[in-house]
C-alpha cells in the first residue's frame, strides 16, 4: 500500500560526497515507524537493497553521522522479518543464487551478497516502512537489514534499481503512472541532482537508444555499434562491438570496454595528444597524459563518441577525461580486464551532468548532456 495512492512521479535530490564514498552518489530514504533517515547509494547495476542495522554481529563499519542513525529493526513498530517460504524469499534466493539461506526457529529470510569490489553484505531480509523525500509512504517495502557487511563507504548502505521485483525502482514504480526512472548525477559538489521515479520530462533535446536488459543478469544495457574519436572511426572489427552489451552502472565510476576496443582507443588518444604536447603516462591499463608546458589545455582534447543503436553518445571533453591528480589527466575508459572480463560497463564519470532516462515501460535509454 503506497500513501498517498495514485501517485504519478516521486522525485529526490542526488548528492555526490567523497567523503562518505569516492566516486558514488546518494539520495536520502527513511525506514521503519519513527521514521529513521538514511543516505544512500543509488546503484543501477544491482537490484537488493540494504542498511546497516544495528544488532550487527559479525562485521560492521563506522557509519557517518550525515548519513543517519543505524537503523534499529527492534525499535520500528512496522517492521517485521521476511518469511523462509515466502515468493520473495525464494525468489531472492534464486537470483542470487544462494543455495540455503534461512533460519528455521525464527521463520527468518536470510540474504548474502557479495559485489565485485569483494565487498559483501549478509544479514536478513526484512519488510517495513519507506518514505521517501516526498513524505510519500510505501508499506511492507522488502529490504536487506544488514549485520555482516564489509564496506568501504561511511553512508548508510544501496538502494537497487535492477531488474527483478524486490528491487527499490519496482517496488515503487508498481504505484507511479508509467514504468521508469531518470536521473542526473551532478559533476561535483557545489551542484544537486536529481532523481524520479514515474513520468518524466519528454525533452525534445534527448537522445535515444534501445534498452536491453543484459543476459540473465538483473542490469539494464544498451548496444554499442562504433566508436570515434575526433571524428575517426577505431579501426575495428564491427563484430568485436556487437558480441557485447553495455550495462548502464551508476555505482560504477569508470567506463569498462572490451580490450580491443580500449587498444585502438589509446593508440588514437595518445597519437592525438602526444601532437598536441603531452606525454603518455606510464600506466598501460590507464590512458594518462601529463602536459609539457605544466597546464593542460581542455578545449584541445580529443573528442570521444559511442554509436549506438539510433543515436551516437557524444562526450563532452569533461566527461571522456578527468583529472587524476595535479597535472595528470587520464580517459575515463578502461579494459574490460581491469574489471570483470568480458563484461562492458557505462560508469558514471562518463555521463556526469548527463540526464539519463530508464524508460522500462517503451525499453527506451535516453541521454542528454550538461543537464545538471
Given at each position: ?75 520500528s513498530s512496522t517492521y517485521s ?148 574519436v575526433s571524428g575517426i572511426r ?119 551532468s548527463f540526464k539519463l532516462v ?15
Amino acid at each position: 500500500m503506497i500513501h498517498p495512492a495514485n501517485i504519478p512521479a516521486d522525485s529526490s535530490t542526488v548528492i555526490g560526497d567523497d567523503s562518505m564514498r569516492k566516486n558514488k552518489y546518494f539520495m536520502g530514504i527513511s525506514l521503519g515507524t519513527p521514521p529513521v533517515f538514511n543516505l544512500v547509494t543509488i546503484d543501477t547495476g544491482s537490484t537488493l537493497s540494504w542498511v546497516q542495522c544495528q544488532n550487527c554481529q559479525i562485521k560492521c563499519y563506522d557509519q557517518a553521522a550525515k548519513a543517519g542513525q543505524i537503523f534499529n529493526p527492534y525499535d520500528s513498530s512496522t517492521y517485521s522479518k521476511v518469511g523462509c517460504s515466502t515468493e520473495a524469499c525464494n525468489g531472492m534466493h534464486m537470483d542470487l543464487a544462494v543455495e540455503y539461506g534461512c533460519v528455521e526457529e525464527d521463520d527468518a529470510c536470510i540474504y548474502s551478497l557479495r559485489y565485485g569490489s569483494g565487498e559483501y553484505s549478509v544479514g536478513y531480509l526484512g519488510k517495513d516502512r519507506l518514505t521517501l523525500a516526498s513524505n510519500r509512504s510505501i508499506d511492507n517495502f522488502i529490504f536487506g537489514c544488514g549485520e555482516d557487511n564489509l564496506y568501504s563507504g561511511v553512508n548508510a548502505g544501496i538502494i537497487g534499481f535492477g531488474t527483478k521485483s524486490y528491487s527499490f525502482f519496482n517496488q515503487v514504480s508498481q504505484q507511479t503512472d508509467y514504468t521508469a526512472f531518470s536521473y542526473c548525477f551532478p559533476r561535483d559538489h557545489e551542484n544537486e541532482g536529481s532523481l524520479t521515479i514515474g513520468p518524466y520530462a519528454r525533452d525534445i533535446n534527448l537522445m535515444w537508444t534501445k534498452l536491453i536488459y543484459y543476459d540473465n543478469k538483473p542490469a539494464y544495457a544498451i548496444q554499442q555499434l562504433d566508436m570515434m574519436v575526433s571524428g575517426i572511426r577505431l579501426q575495428i572489427d564491427p563484430y568485436i562491438y556487437i558480441s557485447k552489451m553495455t550495462i548502464v552502472d551508476s555505482g560504477t565510476a569508470d567506463t569498462y570496454i572490451l580490450s580491443p576496443v580500449f587498444d585502438a582507443l589509446d593508440k588514437a588518444m595518445t597519437k592525438e595528444m602526444q601532437a598536441k604536447g603531452y606525454t603518455r603516462g606510464w600506466d598501460e591499463r590507464r590512458i594518462c597524459f601529463i602536459s609539457n608546458s605544466g597546464s593542460a589545455n581542455w578545449n584541445d582534447f580529443p573528442t570521444v563518441e559511442m554509436k549506438l543503436i539510433r543515436s551516437t553518445l557524444k562526450l563532452p571533453v569533461e566527461n571522456a577525461f578527468y583529472e587524476s591528480s595535479n597535472n595528470v589527466i587520464c580517459s575515463t575508459f578502461l579494459p574490460d580486464d581491469a574489471g570483470v572480463p568480458g563484461v562492458q560497463m557505462l560508469g558514471n564519470r562518463a555521463v556526469r551532468s548527463f540526464k539519463l532516462v530508464f524508460d522500462i515501460q517503451a525499453m527506451n535509454f535516453g541521454f542528454k548532456a550538461r543537464a545538471c
